[in-house]
């Protein structure tokens, strides 16, 4: 008797999480073989931590790697769990992780300093691109003050010699700076996003206050602290992705009806929640918001996916074909 390979698509369940990480592994390698990236940063739900240091997210460092950038807190990695801590009490944007770090400590000494979390990106971005960077932050409960300062800046390797990196770096210019008062929210994640035109030669992603001590204008947010003047931060789901990256709702295809088709892109921070799903005729009430999906079609079936970034909006259509072989 010859045996017939199987196919677990075509059986009449839905696929198992082992069945996913596979699919969305074989997606990933596809996109990432044709040269495609969606969300330039590594790690921007600081999700995986580094294998050789638990406490420090993998692919973000300091600007000097000697040097102290935050504290990566999580849900499933002791002691400084999620939500709670002796720093804060907050969940995470999505995922189980965040990253602490510090925008302001008053006077700037050797042992109370600012850091520069920066990320080495999947590749460096490309000349004349519009890129829209995007993320979320959220003042932990101990801090003393919210402040004015935080800014979003891109460079090239010479990031790397920078060695004094826990100092106000006023002499970067960011690329992307909050302008829009005080970051102060202790209890809500606040979303900061923007554009920039990139050069060509930005490697690195680095985030922080890039203003002075004297020019960053501080609001009090927890008198019992106020003898010292710090403002300590989380950062979650950090994202760059081109501003005019087109819409992809999936390949038209054939199915057996009962099969678990996956449709869009693989998962990532930023470019999940840009992502809104419709099931036509329905364009009114999304089915679902995020990169791809799984679907499980009984006739043959027409999906939308409509995608914002940065306020550009771009849509694409897929269609699923009942058959039966």
């Known amino acids: 008797m010859k045996l017939l390979p199987k196919n677990w698509l075509s059986q009449n369940k839905l696929p198992t999480l082992k069945q996913k990480v596979i699919v969305s592994l074989l997606l990933l390698f596809s996109f990432l073989s044709k040269g495609q990236v969606v969300n330039y940063v590594n790690n921007g739900g600081f999700e995986i931590a580094n294998p050789n240091n638990t406490q420090k997210p993998k692919y973000w460092d300091a600007t000097d790697t000697n040097d102290y950038m935050g504290l990566l807190l999580s849900q499933t990695i002791t002691p400084y769990l999620v939500p709670t801590s002796s720093f804060t009490h907050q969940w995470p944007v999505s995922g189980s992780n965040y990253l602490l770090s510090n925008l302001l400590w008053k006077p700037n000494t050797p042992n109370t300093s600012r850091r520069y979390p920066r990320n080495e990106m999947k590749q460096s971005l490309q000349l004349g ?12 409960d101990q801090s003393s003050y919210g402040v004015d300062g935080f800014g979003v800046f891109s460079g090239d390797t010479s990031t790397d010699t920078i060695k004094k990196c826990s100092v106000p770096l006023t002499y970067l210019t960011p690329q992307i700076q909050y302008t829009s008062g005080f970051i102060f929210d202790t209890l809500n994640w606040m979303k900061i996003s923007g554009t920039f035109t990139a050069s ?31 403002c300590d931060v989380l950062y979650d789901n950090v994202s760059v992705i081109d501003i005019d990256l087109p819409a992809f709702a999936g390949r038209d295809t054939f199915f057996i009806p009962g099969d678990s088709v996956y449709l869009g892109r693989p998962s990532d921070v930023g470019i999940d929640e840009a992502c809104m799903w419709y099931k036509l005729p329905n364009t009114t009430t999304a089915i679902d918001t995020v990169a791809g999906l799984w679907v499980k079609p009984v006739t043959t079936t027409t999906y939308v996916v409509k995608q914002e970034i940065c306020g550009v909006i771009k849509w694409d259509t897929v269609v699923l074909y009942q058959s039966a072989i």
């Open 200 to 230: 060509g030669t930005e490697k690195y992603l680095m985030l922080g206050n890039f203003k002075s001590d004297a020019t960053t204008n501080t609001v009090m947010v927890n008198p019992t602290n106020s003898v010292v003047v710090f």
């Open 129 to 140: 691109k519009v890129y829209c960077i995007q993320l979320y932050v959220n003042v932990t």
